[in-house]
């Protein structure tokens, strides 16, 4: 069951929509200015990381203060080295 987004080519608004099947036929509108001209987006990825039980080779974010005071972060992706 995916979730598109689409942006309205009337009032540039950006709106998902859930569909239950592929063969699901959606009469789209927009939900701000109830136009029926829309036009599908690239979605941005989502990830979600997290512990896993195994523990090693899990993977995490580290935040660190750097040498300039900032903040630094590093990921660690697991089955990546360096």
């Known amino acids: 069951m995916p979730i598109f987004e689409f942006r309205c080519v009337e009032c540039g608004e950006v ?22 001209t829309l036009e599908r987006v690239v979605s941005r990825a989502s990830h979600t990381m997290g512990v896993g039980s195994g523990g090693e080779g899990a993977g995490g974010v580290t935040t660190k203060q750097c ?7 590093t990921l660690e992706l697991p089955g990546h080295t360096r």
């Open 15 to 36: 709106s998902e929509k859930l569909f239950m099947s592929s063969d699901e036929k959606v009469k789209m509108v927009c939900p701000s200015c109830d136009s029926q």
């Open 67 to 73: 040498g300039s005071g900032n903040e630094c972060t």
